[in-house]
């Protein structure tokens, strides 16, 4: 059973017809992909399989999404809305969802409608855990320890990473230069840029700027 099933501690308040709507989300970046039906059969074989099921009101039969087409959907998350008369399911989309062969049944014919979804609204869960971090400060925290060394100690250690993603870029070029194999290069670059943006995060949370003060400067410049 997937942790999913635990999660879900209530039941849906289930329509006349034994039904309720799901809205069906791209985990990635929180794109709306399609709307469905699920009775409690549909529900209990996602949970159980974690791959997104449905009920057809058409063939009135239980139907797993991707069955014919390969493109299914995986269970990454779900939650009852407020009245628990309909859910929101959060999922990873291997292909297109939609029949047409779009991203999404909201997106016109013909458009994957930005298929290179970057993952990005992943880092709001980053964002939760440093916040928490600065908080309450537990003891044997790395972040936390970063944060009680101050500005500079927390500065120092971006100044050394981004170095440190300069080096890795500058092999991964080197690689590339001479037709190398440049999978461990990326590995690394990809590595140290995660440790650069991580940092960069505690040193906002140490100075106490949220990232959507700087997601707005970025919309600003995007839009000027």
Known sequence: MTPQAEALREEPR????GLVPAVV???????VLMLA?????????TLETGDVHFHSRSRNALWRKGETSGNVLH???LALDCDGDALLLQVDAHGPTCHRGTRSC????????HPSAQGFSWLETLWTTIASRAAE?????????????????VARKVTEEATEVLLAAKDDAVAEASGSDRSATQDVLAGEAADLLYHTFVLLAERDV??????????ARHSG
Not at 14 to 17: A, H, L, Q, Y
Not at 37 to 45: F, N, P, R, T, V
Not at 142 to 150: D, K, V
Request: charged share 25%.
């Open 210 to 219: 949220p990232p959507s003060t700087v997601i707005d400067v970025l919309r």
């Open 25 to 31: 989300q791209d985990a990635a970046d929180g794109r």
């Open 37 to 45: 039906w699920m009775d409690a059969e549909a529900l209990g074989a």
């Open 75 to 77: 269970l990454r998350d």
């Open 106 to 113: 909201f997106d016109a014919e013909g458009s994957m409608g």
């Open 14 to 17: 289930w329509g006349p017809d």
């Open 137 to 153: 400060r537990p003891p044997g925290s790395y972040t936390a320890g970063l944060l009680e060394g101050g500005v500079d100690s």
